[in-house]
């Protein structure tokens, strides 16, 4: 008898049920992260349930949660929690790699080119649906021009800069680009960079690296083509962020370099 699942509801499911999703934006899993999530799952169980749906033959597609469903299985679980999900599947399981933080930024640009193809959208368009300024989609889109050799390495590579890659497909030719990504491949190879897996950021250094990436957007960001409205609510949320960060700096007790002899000096957050 066919199980009729309703949105939204947790659901004990059978692992070897599962279909990875064919669309999913992650490509390349770490083995060594999934071993590591695999002895936490042994040990905790699986925390957080994953998401599902039915596709048009009636299996059961993973929508987001493949690197818990392949550790969970790695740790000798046969069943998993699941909440029910309907509709745009893809978009809701690409957003929702995005909000993790951890796609290669490789899988990101291919992944934003196949939905700009599939759903037809511009770019304005698929900034809006994924919450991001339009400025950040082109230059994630420009790593698409990088040659596949080096789009493959990046994908075994987790540690490789996205800086690094954004600045390689701004040059004009392939050759200049192989040239430019072997250097850096031998200079980290060198010091023992892509080899070593460095440490998670903390919840500090992420809301910092979000801070400059904002910084970065904000610089570039092509205001001049919006509506009055939407010009209108950008420099009313820019007249709270400006408050809310001279609050914050004000209470670190910080102060510019440079500033007047009167001020007191800036003291070490380090």
């Known amino acids: 008898m066919t199980t009729t699942y309703v949105k939204g509801r947790l659901y004990r499911l059978k ?76 978009l809701q399981a690409f957003v929702e790699n995005l909000q993790r933080e951890d796609l290669l930024p490789i899988d990101e640009a291919e992944q934003m080119d196949a939905l700009m193809r599939d759903y037809k959208f511009s770019q304005n368009q698929l900034a809006d649906a994924l919450g991001k300024s339009q400025a950040v989609i082109s230059r994630t889109l420009s790593l698409n021009r990088l040659p ?25 030719s392939e050759e200049a680009m192989r040239r430019k ?35 970065g957007t904000l610089r570039d960001l092509p205001w001049g083509d919006w509506t009055e409205d939407d010009r209108t609510d950008l420099a009313n949320a820019l007249v709270g962020l400006r408050r809310a960060a001279a609050g914050l700096l004000d209470a670190m007790g910080w102060v510019e370099e440079g500033a007047d002899e009167g001020e007191k000096a800036p003291v070490n957050l380090a």
Not at 54 to 71: F, K, M, P, Q, T
Not at 148 to 172: F, V
Not at 181 to 195: C, D, T, V
Request: contains cysteine.
């Open 148 to 172: 596949e050799d080096i789009r493959n390495a990046c994908r075994t590579n987790p540690e490789i800069p996205k800086g690094l890659l954004l600045s390689i497909a701004r040059l004009r």
């Open 181 to 215: 990504f072997e250097r850096y491949m031998k200079s980290a190879a060198a010091q023992g960079r892509p080899q070593a897996r460095p440490p998670r950021p903390g919840p500090e250094r992420v809301l910092i690296m979000k801070v400059d990436e904002m910084t």
């Open 15 to 90: 692992i070897a049920d599962l279909k990875p999703d064919p669309h999913q934006a992650r490509v390349y899993m770490d083995p060594m992260a999934i071993n590591e999530l695999a002895v936490s799952i042994a040990r905790w169980g699986v925390l957080v349930p994953i998401q599902f749906r039915r596709d048009e033959e009636g299996n059961l597609v993973i929508v987001s949660g493949h690197r818990r469903c392949r550790a969970a299985a790695q740790a000798g679980l046969t069943e998993i929690y699941g909440t029910y999900t309907e509709g745009d599947a893809r």
